[in-house]
């Protein structure tokens, strides 16, 4: 419910291109850094896929919705050159950008937690985690190198848990 309302205040409040950015970034789960190296001719609407450059200059390629390639589409338009965002003075965006725009966002949609890149990044993981995405192609999606990073969004909840006992003591 919380992403719906974030999402939509980030279009509403913001404008189309930091909707699309805050949207990008929740569900590429990209980090921040990464999010604002992103180049125009990263993207592939054939592959329907964004290359994405992380920690270590490690790249990988990371599946994207067709409504979001729609969409990035259209704002790159017939860019293939330079920053997919780039910043009104032309170059990337800073990190610390990044984080006004979500910040802003949230504070818009009257989140009262405190919302940041890398919540989104967790956010996108545990949903995908939950959805059932196998754990070795979540670590690859997320561009983990050890599986401990990634099983972290394996892990039951609570009420899992307690779900899962009353199941068994039936």
Same mark, same amino acid.
């Given at each position: 419910?919380?992403?719906?309302?974030?999402?939509?205040?980030?279009?509403?409040?913001?404008?189309? +291109?930091?909707?699309?950015?805050?949207?990008?970034?929740?569900?590429?789960?990209?980090?921040?850094?990464?999010?604002?190296?992103?180049?125009?001719?990263?993207?592939?609407?054939?592959?329907?896929?964004?290359?994405?450059?992380?920690?270590?200059?490690?790249?990988?390629?990371?599946?994207?919705?067709?409504?979001?390639?729609?969409?990035?589409?259209?704002?790159?338009?017939?860019?293939?050159?330079?920053?997919?965002?780039?910043?009104?003075?032309?170059?990337?965006?800073?990190?610390?950008?990044?984080?006004?725009?979500?910040?802003?966002?949230?504070?818009?949609?009257?989140?009262?937690?405190?919302?940041?890149?890398?919540?989104?990044?967790? +956010?996108?993981?545990?949903?995908?985690?939950?959805?059932?995405?196998?754990?070795?192609?979540?670590?690859?999606?997320?561009?983990?190198?050890?599986?401990?990073? +990634?099983?972290?969004?394996?892990?039951?909840?609570?009420?899992?848990?307690?779900?899962?006992?009353?199941?068994? +003591?039936?």
């Amino acid at each position: 419910r919380e992403v719906g309302e974030l999402l939509d205040a980030a279009y509403e409040g913001q404008g189309a +291109t930091k909707g699309l950015m805050v949207r990008t970034l929740l569900e590429t789960a990209t980090r921040a850094g990464a999010f604002c190296q992103l180049r125009a001719k990263h993207l592939s609407f054939r592959e329907r896929e964004i290359e994405v450059v992380g920690k270590g200059d490690k790249r990988r390629a990371v599946p994207i919705r067709p409504a979001l390639a729609s969409e990035l589409r259209q704002h790159r338009g017939g860019r293939e050159s330079g920053y997919l965002f780039p910043s009104p003075r032309g170059g990337h965006y800073s990190k610390r950008r990044i984080q006004q725009i979500v910040k802003e966002a949230a504070e818009e949609a009257g989140i009262e937690k405190r919302v940041y890149p890398h919540l989104l990044r967790h +956010t996108m993981a545990q949903r995908l985690a939950d959805e059932g995405m196998p754990e070795n192609l979540l670590q690859r999606f997320l561009g983990h190198d050890h599986p401990a990073t +990634t099983q972290v969004y394996y892990e039951p909840s609570r009420p899992q848990v307690k779900e899962a006992f009353q199941e068994a +003591t039936e």
